[in-house]
């Protein structure tokens, strides 16, 4: 069975300091692999996803993550953040299907992350 | 930018009671999805459902639980007689593939009394 670790429930950080959340995921074949942002009171949006190819995927506002595959990780980074990237960040898997059956993600427990001005 | 809905925001129930949530998938999405975050927990996995079909189910997901799709638009997840834990929130989400992202909507808030 599939299963993703987060490894840090709570993070504050002040507004320009880096920020790397990790992730770590059990599976056994190929996957693809998604960092979901929740702002307050909103719904979950995609960051980036990684499906193949470079193993360093860009997203959006600024965020990135690597695919270690010998590691079995994808960690979410941003080099200077902002008070406006306080959230929730779930990282998730899933398999890489080739048949048309429904794809569950599976998530890890989530990173709040809070931004001091 | 076009969105995943869902109705009611928040919905309570007296245990026993049956409840349906909805949602209305992105107009060209084929793949459909819930998920359940019970308070404090993670996001789990329900059901998947294409082509008319429940393609995929978890654990969680017995036979308490039903999807329908009754028309082109709503996609809709019935809990017969709801149990205490129940209560969490429910979010829908919606993808064009099975190799696509799936898209989210706000979720349903089910409080079980």
């Known amino acids: 069975a599939q299963s993703v670790s987060q490894h840090n429930h709570h993070v504050i950080l002040s507004e320009a300091a880096s920020l790397e959340l990790g992730c770590n995921y059990s599976y056994g074949g190929t996957v693809n692999l998604f960092w979901y942002v929740q702002y307050p009171g909103q719904h979950l949006q995609l960051l980036l996803k990684?499906?193949?190819?470079?193993?360093l995927v860009k997203g959006i506002k600024g965020f990135e993550a690597e695919f270690i595959k010998s590691k079995f990780s994808f960690n979410l980074r941003k080099p200077s953040v902002q008070w406006s990237d306080t959230a929730e960040y779930f990282c998730a898997v899933s398999g890489h299907m080739n048949n048309n059956a429904g794809n569950m993600l599976t998530f890890g427990g989530g990173t709040r992350l809070m931004v001091k001005p | 930018e076009p969105e995943v809905t869902q109705t009611p925001s928040h919905q309570v129930t007296q245990m026993g009671q049956e409840v349906i949530l909805r949602c209305v998938p992105i107009s060209n999405h084929l793949y459909f999805y819930w998920y359940r975050q019970i308070l404090g927990q993670k996001v789990e996995f329900l059901v998947s459902f294409y082509n008319n079909e429940i393609s995929e189910k978890s654990e969680i997901f017995d036979d308490q639980f039903s999807v329908e799709r009754p028309d082109g638009s709503n996609f809709t997840l019935k809990i017969r007689s709801t149990k205490l834990e129940d209560s969490a929130m429910y979010f829908c989400?919606?993808?064009?593939?099975?190799?696509?992202?799936?898209?989210f909507g706000d979720g349903t808030r089910l409080s079980i009394l």
């Open positions: 989400a919606s993808s064009e593939s099975s190799n696509q992202p799936q898209h």
């Open positions: 990684y499906f193949s190819g470079d193993p």
